[in-house]
C-alpha cells in the first residue's frame, strides 16, 4: 500500500475489494434470518411470536382500546376560561382526534354568533386535542359548543337515514337486474 492510500483510508471505508470482504465476513457466518436482521440492527419487533422478538416489546405496544376508552376520574372533555381575550374558551377533548375536532371547528364556524373556532393536535401519538371558541358574547363558548353538538348529531342522523334509503334501493335494483337476467 503506498503513502497515498494508507493517508487516506481511515477517510474513506471499504477502500479495497479486500477490506469489503473482511468487513462483511460477520454477515456470512449464521443464515439469514429475521432474527439476525433485528438482533444486528437492533430494532425491537413488536410481536414477540417472531424469533428474535425482544422480551419487553409487548410492555411498549399499547392496547388500541386505550385509545377511546376513558380511564377512571378522566374526563372526556374540559373547560378553561381564556382570560386574555373576552368570551374564549379552550375545550380540551380527550380520546378524540382530528375527526371529531374537524367537523365541530366546521360546524361552529357556521353559527354567526361564532367568531373563531380552531383546534390543534398537541402531539400525533396522543389522542387528544384542543378546540378555541371565541364567541361575540350573546352565547357563552359552551353554549356554542352544545349547540354544535346537537346539530352535528342531527346532521349524522339525516346522512344515516340517506345512506341507508340509498343501499337499499341500490340493492333492490341490483336484485331486480340479476332476477331478471337468471329468469329469461
Not at 378524540?96 to 361564532?114: C, F, I, K, Y
Not at 354544535?148 to 341490483?174: I, P
Request: hydrophobic fraction near 35%; include cysteine.
Amino acid at each position: 500500500m503506498s503513502d497515498r492510500e494508507r493517508s487516506i483510508a481511515p477517510i474513506i471505508p471499504f477502500q479495497t475489494e479486500q477490506t469489503k470482504v473482511s468487513s462483511h465476513a460477520h454477515m456470512r457466518k449464521a443464515p439469514f434470518t429475521t432474527s439476525n436482521i433485528n438482533s444486528h440492527m437492533r430494532i425491537p419487533n413488536p410481536d414477540p411470536t417472531y424469533p428474535g422478538a425482544h422480551a419487553n416489546a409487548e410492555e411498549n405496544v399499547s392496547n388500541r382500546f386505550e385509545l377511546f376508552l376513558l380511564g377512571d376520574g378522566e374526563k372526556k372533555v374540559t373547560e378553561e376560561a381564556d382570560t386574555r381575550i373576552p368570551s374564549t374558551s379552550v375545550f380540551t377533548f380527550n380520546k378524540e382526534d382530528h375527526t371529531l375536532g374537524n367537523m365541530l371547528r366546521a360546524r361552529l364556524l357556521q353559527s354567526p354568533n361564532v367568531l373563531f373556532s380552531g383546534y390543534k393536535v398537541p402531539h400525533p401519538l396522543f389522542s387528544t386535542f384542543i378546540l378555541r371558541i371565541q364567541t361575540d358574547g350573546t352565547f357563552t363558548p359552551r353554549q356554542a359548543l352544545v349547540q354544535a353538538c346537537k346539530d352535528l348529531v342531527t346532521d349524522l342522523g339525516l346522512l344515516s337515514r340517506e345512506f341507508t334509503k340509498e343501499w337499499e334501493l341500490r340493492k333492490m335494483v341490483g336484485e331486480d337486474m340479476n332476477g331478471g337476467m337468471n329468469g329469461a
